[in-house]
């Protein structure tokens, strides 16, 4: 196996637009509120701090020179520095350019209805399986979902585990190279694995690594396991150890710190992840944008009124008035609406310019705000019509064709 270490960290490169837009908006990097864990994302996140604080190494040039050696470009989504973070993704592109196959793993969660948000690492995952023809394990945690939460039922989680694999099909993932698992449908693939998992990870660490403690409840403690379980399914599907590469934004790293910790002891390699920055709450109460906390999210069932009604009351980085404004700028930095522009609509020129505009002056939140309104109502009604068509297929993404009832 080729050497696969949780070593040194370096800093954070080229990173001049930083993005620390998830909190309360004062552009300090110093937000003792400031929390990341699977479940939640409160206060503004110091993306830099969390790689040191994670152990996790910074995406660098020597790392997109690798992607752009083997796609003959660099995507938007590792310029701009959205995807900012990895653990072992230099073995991963090292293994592709030998030619040797990886699989793609990553997840959802079906708490609600899906937003914007979790597109990102979605479609990041789909560039990546067009790119290298990897095949691609998707989770769907119901379990987790229904028990992290007091008051969610199993009927309303099913809801929402059949609308949220619409919108995974509707990202367009190749259908032969693609397989979703839904863990209370296909447990009895996970469980095997999830047991061997479980059996070398103390309550100790798990406690110190996700926070649990005396009052959670004890499916939740056990939970773990079964989200770290598919990161092995590749190697006994392909009956030889088989690296595995996660897209997702950093919350959910815990999960692979626990799955790292066992995996050479178990005969696989470690999981390597990329790992991105959240897209930002569009409400002054910051964290990220989450389905749990609607007013936050443009959701991808969202009506055209109602999309329109959240952006243009969502929170910016402009100031009290226009003259003030004209005076003294916007903080751009701080603005879900920019970044949400940057990373999902505008190219790199085009963002560049407007931040230039809104910190001079000349730009004033009307435009930003009517621009994302525009964008997103667009993008949403095409993805609705992916939805439509998914209905017909969602057999054929299961794994092992099973249903979903
Ligand atoms: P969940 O449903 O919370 O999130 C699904 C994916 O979306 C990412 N994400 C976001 N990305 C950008 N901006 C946001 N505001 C935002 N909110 C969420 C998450 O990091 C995730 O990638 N336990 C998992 C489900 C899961 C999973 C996995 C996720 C199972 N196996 C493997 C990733 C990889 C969950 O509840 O995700």
Redesign the pocket.
Request: a positive charge.
């Given at each position: 196996m080729d050497s696969q270490n949780d070593g040194e960290i370096n800093s954070i490169g080229n990173n001049s637009l930083r993005d620390t837009c998830t909190g309360p908006r004062n552009n300090k990097n110093d937000d003792p509120s400031a929390m990341v864990t699977?479940w939640n994302?409160e206060g503004q996140v110091d993306y830099d701090r969390l790689i040191k604080e994670f152990g996790t190494q910074p995406i660098n040039a020597e790392i997109m020179e690798q992607f752009k050696k083997l796609t003959g470009e660099v995507h938007p989504l590792l310029k701009l520095h959205y995807f900012f973070s990895h653990r072992d993704l230099d073995f991963i592109l090292h293994k592709i350019e030998n030619g040797e196959k990886i699989y793609l793993?990553?997840?959802?969660?079906?708490?609600g209805m899906v937003?914007m948000?979790?597109l990102?690492?979605?479609m990041f995952t789909k560039y990546l399986q067009d790119k290298f023809g990897s095949k691609l394990l998707f989770?769907?945690?119901d379990d987790?979902?229904f028990l992290s939460s007091p008051d969610r039922t199993n009927e309303e989680i099913k809801r929402f585990t059949y609308e949220n694999i619409l919108d995974i099909i509707s990202m367009g993932f190749d259908p032969n190279n693609t397989k979703i698992i839904v863990d209370t449908v296909h447990i009895k693939h996970i469980y095997p694995i999830a047991l061997e998992i479980a059996k070398r990870i103390t309550f100790s660490t798990s406690k110190a690594v996700f926070g649990f403690s005396g009052s959670t409840n004890i499916g939740m403690i056990g939970f773990p396991p079964i989200?770290a379980a598919?990161c092995f399914m590749p190697s006994i599907i392909e009956g030889r150890p088989t690296p595995v590469l996660?897209?997702?934004?950093?919350?959910?790293d815990p999960?692979w710190r626990i799955t790292r910790d066992v995996a050479e002891r178990m005969g696989y390699y470690k999981p390597a992840q990329i790992h991105?920055?959240?897209?930002?709450?569009l409400n002054a109460t910051g964290g990220?944008?989450?389905?749990s906390k609607p007013e936050t999210?443009v959701f991808t069932t969202d009506e055209p009124e109602v999309i329109e009604k959240k952006v243009l009351g969502a929170y910016t980085g402009g100031q009290a008035t226009v003259a003030l404004q004209r005076l003294y700028g916007g903080n751009a930095l701080g603005c879900p609406v920019f970044w949400y522009l940057r990373y999902f609509f505008d190219d790199q020129k085009k963002s560049d310019e407007r931040f230039v505009r809104c910190i001079s002056g000349d730009l004033l939140c009307g435009e930003c705000k009517s621009d994302l309104a525009e964008e997103s109502k667009s993008f949403i009604t095409t993805l609705k019509m992916r939805r439509e068509k998914a209905k017909d297929s969602i057999q054929e993404y299961m794994y092992e064709n099973e249903p979903l009832e």
């Open positions: 699977p994302v793993y990553t997840g959802r969660g079906p708490s937003h948000g979790h990102m690492p979605w989770q769907i945690t987790e979902k989200q598919p996660i897209p997702a934004a950093i919350d959910q999960y991105s920055k959240f897209l930002p709450s990220k944008m989450s389905s999210a």
